[in-house]
């Protein structure tokens, strides 16, 4: 059975873009036509063939046999949410975004955890500065 969140100010909504929304719609109609799973709010999105939650540590031990298999280094499933803010700071997102799609109480965590992709950004944004506008 999952755990509740750590806070009040971790549980929170998140953006997604139309694509991921249509895959999640199609995944809820496979649950609902194939094995008759209705959903509510209270059910999990990803679920058991009898609808039950997913035990975490499952999902972290098929994580490694899947990251083993592959060939891939040595990576953690919670390596996916550092995967992922590095990406969203490296695409252009602010730092305070970032700091809201991880839930981080301070901006300074974010940003002393990400420092070392931050060289990168302010380079990039240098060069954007430097580039001459179209009129």
Do not use: W
């Amino acid at each position: 059975m999952p755990c509740p969140p750590k806070s009040a100010s971790s549980q929170r909504g998140i953006a997604l873009d139309l694509d991921t929304l249509r895959l999640l719609y199609r995944h809820e109609q496979v649950q609902r036509d194939e094995l008759g799973i209705d959903r509510s709010p209270s059910t999990p999105m990803f679920t058991r063939e009898n609808g039950g939650a997913i035990d975490p540590n499952h999902l972290t031990h098929r994580f490694h046999k899947l990251v083993m298999a592959s060939g891939l280094p040595p990576a953690r499933l919670h390596d996916l949410r550092h995967g992922a803010a590095t990406l969203a700071l490296a695409a252009g997102a602010a730092l305070r975004v970032v700091q809201g799609l991880l839930g981080h109480a301070s901006i300074v965590l974010t940003a002393d955890t990400y420092t070392s992709v931050l060289p990168q950004l302010y380079h990039e944004s240098a060069r954007r500065l430097a580039r001459p506008r179209a009129r």
